[in-house]
């Protein structure tokens, strides 16, 4: 998957056990910077609690995790978590959503920190919904808003947890579409979980197999970052590939 000396997210036998059952088990991984990599697995592997330990919010019960070199032994600032449930409180307004990162991180002088919140709103189509609350957001809308939360920092590392799973299939497309372009542009490392297919072979370069107990199955994935790669029939043949690896007579 990537060699020791390039590797800017390694875990080395890694376990973690929740009321006595063992999660995963001695799990070693090495993920190369500025990549994306899409977990994928049946209900129960553990894909959340390895998504959960690389941040920082467990801690392992065994083994170590690095990032850029460095033990990871809380939440990294550098790093940036989309959550599934977004997150966004009701009685922040989108600028304030928006900039919170910013203001919690004390980054800046309050006016430097609305221009940069106000230059990503013009970019993401959200500076008409600057005032606007959650409430008053479609689905999609607060879904770019999340995403622009996690954006303002400039993050090196992208975690998300099911990033477009409650979003119409129109709607997930222009999203994942955010999300490549974003992730390409801060030359971040991205490491997400998904129970769509066609969105790890559209967001990940590889696809991350997990299995119970922690192993891996690493599949290279041809189509990420192909122009128009929807609308050719090989990113559906490749999508059908995985779905047989996965599937066993049983759901994920």
């Given at each position: 998957m990537s060699n020791a000396e390039d590797s800017f997210i390694r875990l080395d036998d890694v376990t973690f056990s929740y009321r006595e059952k063992i999660i995963l088990n001695k799990v070693s991984l090495k993920l190369k910077?500025?990549?994306?990599?899409?977990?994928?697995?049946?209900?129960?592997?553990?894909?959340?609690?390895?998504?959960?330990l690389i941040a920082g919010f467990l801690k392992p019960n065994a083994g170590s995790i690095y990032i850029d070199q460095q033990e990871i032994k809380s939440v990294r600032k550098n790093t940036a978590f989309l959550f599934q449930e977004l997150g966004l409180f009701p009685w922040q307004k989108v600028v304030q959503a928006v900039g919170m990162p910013l203001h919690l991180n004390k980054a800046g002088k309050a006016s430097e920190i609305q221009n940069r919140v106000l230059s990503l709103l013009k970019e993401l189509d959200l500076e008409h919904l600057k005032n606007k609350y959650p409430r008053e957001l479609s689905g999609g809308e607060q879904q770019r808003v999340a995403l622009a939360r996690?954006?303002?920092?400039?993050?090196?590392?992208i975690l998300m947890d099911e990033p477009t799973s409650s979003l119409d299939a129109m709607t997930k497309e222009q999203i994942q579409q955010l999300i490549l372009k974003y992730q390409q542009k801060l030359k971040a490392t991205m490491l997400f979980i998904t129970h769509d297919i066609e969105e790890a072979v559209y967001l990940g370069k590889h696809i991350l197999l997990l299995k119970p107990g922690g192993t891996f199955q690493v599949i290279e994935n041809s189509f990420y970052s192909v122009p128009r790669a929807r609308e050719q029939l090989g990113y559906y043949e490749q999508c059908i590939e995985i779905r047989k690896l996965l599937m066993d007579g049983e759901t994920i």
């Open positions: 910077k500025g990549d994306s990599y899409a977990v994928i697995g049946k209900s129960g592997v553990g894909k959340s609690t390895l998504l959960h996690i954006l303002i920092t400039n993050p090196d590392l």
